[in-house]
């Protein structure tokens, strides 16, 4: 599976973005599909998660409310719309994606088989 994140950009505080992770090989809706950051010298972190083809949906606290992921099964995408968005949510954002994940697991970045390249928010304020 190839993941492909694009989405990123400069906004003001406040603004929105929508990230998009486009899958490739595999079987989109097996999947499961994830957001994550990191910040320099930081470990990467859980933002968002679209369960096995979007039976579900899991956020971090830190963006419940403003973030939402969604997937297009006919586009073999997903996406991160972030609304009210805030300088501290400049980071390099990241799509990861594994077809076994279980639920247990999903907030962790290592159980991740694939992933796609960073794509860089930042948040003016």
């Known amino acids: 599976v190839q993941l492909q994140a694009s989405g990123g950009g400069l906004v003001q505080a406040g603004g929105s973005l929508r990230l998009s992770c486009a899958a490739s090989?595999?079987?989109?809706?097996?999947?499961?599909i994830a957001w994550f950051r990191q910040a320099p010298g930081k470990e990467r972190e859980f933002v968002a998660a679209?369960?096995?083809?979007?039976?579900?949906?899991y956020y971090a606290d830190s963006v419940k409310g403003r973030f939402t992921i969604s997937g297009d099964n006919a586009k073999n995408t997903v996406y991160l719309l972030m609304n009210s968005l805030r300088p501290e949510d400049t980071v390099v954002y990241y799509c990861?994606?594994?077809?076994?994940?279980?639920?247990?697991?999903?907030?962790?970045?290592?159980?991740?088989?694939?992933w796609g390249q960073g794509t860089l928010v930042t948040v003016s304020s």
């Open positions: 990861a994606g594994d077809p076994s994940i279980i639920l247990s697991s999903v907030r962790l970045a290592r159980q991740y088989e694939y």
């Open positions: 090989g595999g079987t989109f809706r097996r999947q499961t």
């Open positions: 679209f369960w096995r083809g979007g039976s579900n949906t």
